[in-house]
């Protein structure tokens, strides 16, 4: 007579993940502290940061931060020891032009440094996010790009963030076809959601829910998709994503004047008219500008967004829907959450009721 067999013992994987105190860094953390309950059994992951600067939210879930530079190797080696899958998020979004070089170092040489460490380490895969803004962007609203679409380089020449995002994944690419490292890269559009306490990510939105972007240009066309449904995807892609392959992720293609539109009703704001042409857009932001430094910020006209404006950033996320089970949530309830959040965030409910009290 044979006993009974105890309970199986899971063995926790170990990871890392860089950028963990971003926008989408704290969504995948989350996830990933978060049990998953299957057959009676409850498993999770054992998570290490790669950070800059400690972070309450991680201190909160008593995550093990390593503090210090990305592109410093003894510090990627001293992150990377036992760890099994790397989540590599960190990143400096930046429109501004002097930011170009601070934006290559953490994107191309960060990113270099961190997989030679993980090639020596041994890791069993890195997912690496990058942004569809690498080959989704066209000037024509007809191109609708997929993952076979080649790299943009010239159209992004003048944008220092995509271009160094370009570089990022040719280095990671190059990595692994030299050291066999697992690598699978992620193309989310443009991440929006609740929770963007730096404004990363959701700066244009931000501008309209405060009514600061009065204009648009003509034409233009945006992508958007979750930032929830994002870190859901970064943990599907470390276990059902194919070595080597890259995956679009973008719930939604949007005009430019729909989208602003759509988030101005949301925030019973008047929606952003378009604009005749770029070069007058720029000539009325430099007379605004004193008015952006007014608000606390530089003109939100500035050059690269109103270029960027301009084109259209229409993806297919068809492959990473059959792939890895993506299955993005209502876009609407997307740009709700994200207005609301900002709302709260900068009490502008509280400060437009007090408004419409005092001139009733």
Same mark, same amino acid.
């Given at each position: 007579? +044979?006993?009974?067999?105890?309970?199986? @013992?899971? %063995?926790?994987?170990?990871?890392?993940?860089?950028?963990?105190?971003?926008f989408l860094g704290k969504y995948v953390v989350n996830a990933l502290c978060a049990p998953e309950v299957t057959?009676? +059994?409850s498993s999770?992951?054992? @998570? #290490?940061? $790669?950070?800059? #600067?400690?972070?309450?939210?991680?201190?909160?879930?008593?995550?093990?931060?390593?503090l210090g530079d990305i592109a410093n190797e003894s510090v990627c080696t001293r992150a990377l020891d036992g760890i099994d899958t790397v989540y590599h998020l960190a990143g400096l979004v930046s429109r501004r032009d002097e930011d170009a070089s601070a934006m290559y170092r953490v994107h191309v040489d960060g990113t270099r440094c961190l997989l030679r460490a993980a090639a020596a380490a041994r890791v069993r895969r890195v997912i690496v996010v990058s942004t569809s803004g690498t080959l989704a962007v066209s000037v024509d609203a007809q191109t609708i790009s997929r993952e076979d679409t080649p790299l943009r380089r010239a159209l992004v020449s003048r944008w220092p963030y995509y271009l160094s995002k370009i570089y990022q994944e040719e280095?990671?690419? =190059?990595?692994?076809?030299? %050291?066999? /490292?697992?690598? @699978?890269?992620?193309?989310?559009?443009?991440? /929006?959601?609740?929770g963007d306490e730096r404004s990363s990510s959701t700066r244009d939105v931000e501008n309209v829910v405060r009514g600061r972007l009065p204009v648009i240009p003509r034409g233009g066309g945006v992508s958007f998709v979750d930032v929830r449904d994002v870190a859901t995807m970064c943990l599907a892609a470390a276990e059902r *994503?194919?070595? *080597? =392959?890259r995956y679009l992720l973008g719930a939604a293609n949007m005009t430019l004047e729909g989208f602003l539109g759509r988030v101005a009703r949301l925030a019973g704001r008047a929606a952003p008219r378009p604009w005749v042409s770029s070069s007058a857009l720029l000539r009325a932001g430099r007379l605004l500008d004193g008015l952006g430094r007014l608000w606390g910020g530089a003109s939100v006209l500035d050059r690269q967004s109103v270029e960027m404006a301009e084109h259209y950033w229409y993806l297919d996320a068809s492959k990473a829907t059959h792939e890895l089970g993506f299955?993005?949530?209502?876009?609407?309830? +997307? $740009?709700?959450?994200?207005v609301r959040d900002i709302e709260q965030r900068h009490n502008l409910r509280a400060r437009a009721s007090r408004q419409e009290e005092r001139s009733s």
């Open positions: 007579m +044979t006993g009974a067999k105890g309970p199986s @013992v899971v %063995t926790m994987p170990r990871v890392l993940v860089t950028g963990a105190s971003g057959a009676g +059994t999770g992951a054992h @998570v #290490r940061a $790669l950070v800059r #600067r400690p972070a309450l939210h991680l201190d909160r879930l008593g995550i093990q931060s390593v280095t990671a690419l =190059e990595i692994a076809a030299a %050291t066999g /490292l697992d690598i @699978v890269i992620l193309n989310p559009s443009l991440l /929006l959601g609740p *994503g194919r070595k *080597g =392959e299955a993005p949530r209502d876009p609407h309830i +997307t $740009l709700h959450d994200t």
